[in-house]
């Protein structure tokens, strides 16, 4: 019987994540365009999938470092610390911009994790389902970072 303490925890994981965002980006998508409180929600969705997308970097990283020192995972490496790069630098913008900053940043780890797949980047760091289930999450928590620059 495989061992499904891992995925679990993985999807209890995402699942937080993905609740999180979705509570930020709801108060900042309701709130009216117009008002300041606007502007401070925009600013804590920014700051909180900045946190996400840091986890999501340091993921990657870490799975590639944990498979012993390979040429070829030196791409995954450079790329989570670049999406780190990105984490660090959204909060101190302007809300507006930061929401879009970090709205790529999770559009271009999605990208990075659809490459695993045909094998542009190395396939053998993690199961296939992880890599489908990270790119989906990736997915929609761009859309949701991005969703209430729409209202304005």
């Known amino acids: 019987?495989?061992?499904?303490?891992?995925?679990?925890?993985?999807?209890?994981?995402?699942a937080l994540?993905?609740?999180?965002?979705?509570?930020?980006?709801?108060?900042?998508?309701?709130?009216?365009?117009?008002?300041?409180?606007?502007?401070?929600?925009?600013?804590?969705?920014a700051q909180v999938a900045a946190l996400v997308l840091a986890l999501m970097a340091g993921v990657s990283v870490g799975l590639a470092i944990g498979h012993g020192p390979r040429p070829d995972l030196s791409v995954e490496v450079a790329l989570g610390g670049i999406l780190f790069l990105v984490a660090a630098i959204a909060p101190f913008q302007d809300p507006r911009l930061a929401l879009t900053i970090v709205a790529i940043g999770f559009a271009a780890h999605a990208v990075t994790n659809v490459m695993h797949r045909p094998g542009l980047l190395p396939s053998d760091l993690a199961a296939e389902w992880y890599f489908v289930?990270?790119?989906?999450?990736?997915?929609?928590?761009?859309?949701?970072?991005?969703?209430?620059?729409l209202k304005r």
């Open 17 to 45: 994540m993905l609740a999180s965002i979705v509570t930020f980006a709801l108060r900042a998508f309701a709130a009216p365009a117009t008002s300041p409180d606007r502007l401070v929600a925009e600013l804590r969705l």
């Open 1 to 14: 019987m495989p061992d499904i303490a891992v995925p679990v925890a993985l999807a209890a994981l995402a």
């Open 133 to 149: 289930g990270s790119a989906s999450l990736d997915a929609v928590v761009g859309a949701l970072c991005y969703l209430p620059l």
